[in-house]
């Protein structure tokens, strides 16, 4: 069985980071892109980025650009999302997603995480 | 930044009616890059077409995709109960990818 399960629930302050963790099983975690979205209380789902888990190349949506971070551990399977300065607006449920098996045509998000609620009080 | 329009807003029908939803790109989508996706409440989305017109894995074959350029559908033809949710499009051929703002179908 394919699987991404996330962290779990944040809390954070305005000005904060927060780090959310992605575990990959059931596939080999570098042979796929991994993609970051989001989706504020009651909103559409906001693409992020993504990253290559074997090369570590990263994109990024130009929002984002000064203060995303996206990481991986290939030696644990998991993919990291590093939010910095955040803002009330930030709160959101915030998802990994696969996509693509990289070095082929690219293809939709076929497995997804549960979802992180992260909470930027305001 | 292309982006996706997707109409109607809110779609009322009975379940066993044909339900139509589309996803139009301000720009065309290259390679007809496009996925729909299905969301309920709680739940992460769902993969349920992507390449326009290809089901994914497990997908029932009452739903199916159609388009190209800029103008793509997404169809259920026969409603069924668990059908009735959120869906999305969404295209990835070109960055940043871009999603629709969603089409609720609700039971009428």
């Known amino acids: 069985q394919v699987h991404l399960v996330q962290s779990g629930a944040e809390v954070k302050k305005p000005g904060a980071s927060v780090k959310v963790s992605c575990k990959a099983s059931g596939y080999s975690f570098i042979d796929y892109y991994v993609h970051w979205v989001r989706q504020a209380p009651g909103q559409g789902l906001e693409w992020m980025g993504w990253?290559?888990?074997?090369?570590?190349?990263?994109d990024y949506v130009q929002k984002f650009q000064d203060r995303l971070t996206m990481t991986r551990d290939t030696s644990i399977s998991t993919a990291y999302m590093e939010l910095s300065s955040l803002r009330s607006d930030d709160t959101a449920i915030y998802y990994c997603?696969?996509?693509?098996?990289?070095?082929?045509?690219?293809?939709?998000?076929?497995?997804w995480g549960q979802g992180t609620m992260v909470t930027v009080p305001s | 930044e292309i982006v996706l329009t997707q109409s109607p807003g809110t779609l009322s029908l009975s379940p066993g009616e044909r339900a139509t939803l589309s996803c139009r790109a301000s720009?065309?989508?290259?390679?007809?890059?496009l996925a729909w996706y299905q969301q309920k409440p709680g739940l992460p989305p769902r993969l349920l077409i992507y390449r326009t017109s290809t089901r994914a894995s497990g997908i029932p074959d009452r739903f199916s995709g159609s388009g190209s350029g800029t103008d793509f559908t997404l169809t259920i033809s026969r409603l069924e109960p668990e059908d009735f949710a959120v869906y999305y499009c969404?295209?990835?051929?070109?960055?940043?990818?871009?999603f629709g703002q969603g089409t609720k179908l609700e039971t009428k």
């Open positions: 720009q065309g989508v290259n390679n007809n890059y």
């Open positions: 969404q295209q990835y051929g070109s960055s940043p990818r871009t």
């Open positions: 990253i290559n888990p074997s090369s570590d190349d990263t």
């Open positions: 997603a696969r996509a693509g098996n990289i070095g082929s045509v690219p293809d939709g998000f076929d497995i």
